[in-house]
Structure formats: C-alpha cells, structure tokens
C-alpha cells in the first residue's frame, strides 16, 4: 500500500507565482512528515518536517506546510516563487519505524 | 555542508562484483541511515543503524548487508551486483542531514 503520494511528477509556475506541491499520506497511527529538496547531483536537503506540534509548519527558504489531518494532506507552498527553487521535491513520511518517500515533484521555475 | 561524509561519490563496477559504500554520520549523531534512490524505484529506505544497532529495516535486498561500527561510521555491501542496482545511494544521520551520495554505475 502506498504511505505517500505526490500528485503531480511535474509542476512549473512562473517567477513569483505561489508554488503549491501536494503531498497526501495513509497510515492508521500519527504520521511525522517531512519535505526535502533535491537540487541536481547533490543529496536531500531537508525543508521542513511535521512531528505532532503546530499543524502549520515554516521550513526554510520561504516554503511552509499545513498537516491537514482530516484531509491526509501535506502540501508544501511558498507564496512567491524564485528561480532557485526549481528542483524535485520529495515529501516522505515516518510510520512505526518506517520511512517511505513520495516519487517527488519536479519544480520548474519560468522566468 | 550537511556533515555527513560519503565515499566514494563515484563507482564504477561489473555486473557479479561486490563493493561497499561508506559513510560517517554528522558529528554527535548516533543514527545512520541508507536509502537508494533509482529511476525505476525513486528512492526507498534501505535500513536505520542506531549506535552500533539495526534499527529498522525497509526495502534491502539479502544482497545487501550493512553495519555500524564503533566509532559510529557505516558500511553498506552489495554483493553480485546486478544492472538494476545502479543508482544514487545516500546516507543520513538524523533525518534531517543527508550526504551527497555515492553513485553506483554497473557495466
């Protein structure tokens, strides 16, 4: 069974346009979330992560998302975007012991 | 720099080939994690060592083998590689600080 999914393999917005990057999750016990970035040939990086505390989260570089539990969501945004957040994103979620991540986002970013 | 050290960042091996990947957690870190990130099977969880421990374990094949020494570095084998096992392998101490990978090429 799938623990996350990424709607969208690929999203472009325009320079200064709102990213929105959707994450959704199954699991029967409180999930933690996370996001990270992958720029290319570097590792993960990690954005931000949810862990039970403040259903909105602010994570760096501008980005932030709001676990919605009723929705099993967790959506990455950032209001206004730059030419350096384009990059694939991967959304991953902790259940038990295990990790599972979400087949990521590629974000392009059009001038 | 997420301090996490991986070597080598580049292996090139032959199919039936073993070799291992190294990696040294952040300073302070008790936690090595390895993931595989592949174009077939994205990136998938391999297995978690905690001081010296396995801690949970996620898609790795028997192949594979892993461990923790004291001094808290890990070592990842794969052994009678296959061509589907070339693919970015990372690692991670906490789950917030990856390395920048090592990436495994079979000919």
């Known amino acids: 069974a799938q623990s996350v999914t990424q709607l969208g393999s690929h999203v472009s917005v325009s320079e200064g346009a709102l990213v929105l990057l959707r994450c959704n999750y199954s699991s029967s016990v409180p999930p933690y979330l996370f996001w990270y970035v992958q720029y290319p040939n570097q590792g993960l990086q990690l954005l931000l992560k949810?862990?039970?505390?403040?259903?909105l989260v602010k994570g760096i570089n501008g980005f932030e998302a709001e676990f919605k539990k009723s929705e099993t969501s967790f959506h990455l945004t950032k209001p206004s975007a730059h030419m350096s957040d384009a990059a694939e994103y991967f959304c991953a979620v902790t259940i038990g012991n295990q990790f599972y991540f979400g087949t990521g986002t590629s974000l392009t970013v059009i001038p | 720099d997420s301090g996490v050290t991986q070597t080598p960042k580049h292996l090139i091996t032959a199919t039936g080939q073993r070799v291992t990947l190294r990696c040294s957690p952040r300073s302070g870190d008790l936690s090595v994690y390895w993931y595989q990130q592949s174009l077939d099977q994205g990136l998938q969880f391999l297995i978690q060592?905690?001081?010296?421990?396995?801690?949970a374990k996620g898609n790795i094949l028997e192949r594979f083998s892993a461990q923790q020494f004291p001094d808290l570095h890990s070592e990842l084998n794969l052994s009678s590689l296959e061509l589907g096992d070339s693919a970015l392998y990372f690692c991670?101490?906490?789950?917030?600080?990856f390395g920048d990978g090592t990436r495994l090429s079979i000919l």
């Open positions: 991670a101490s906490t789950l917030g600080h």
């Open positions: 949810y862990t039970s505390a403040a259903t």
């Open positions: 060592y905690y001081n010296g421990e396995e801690r």
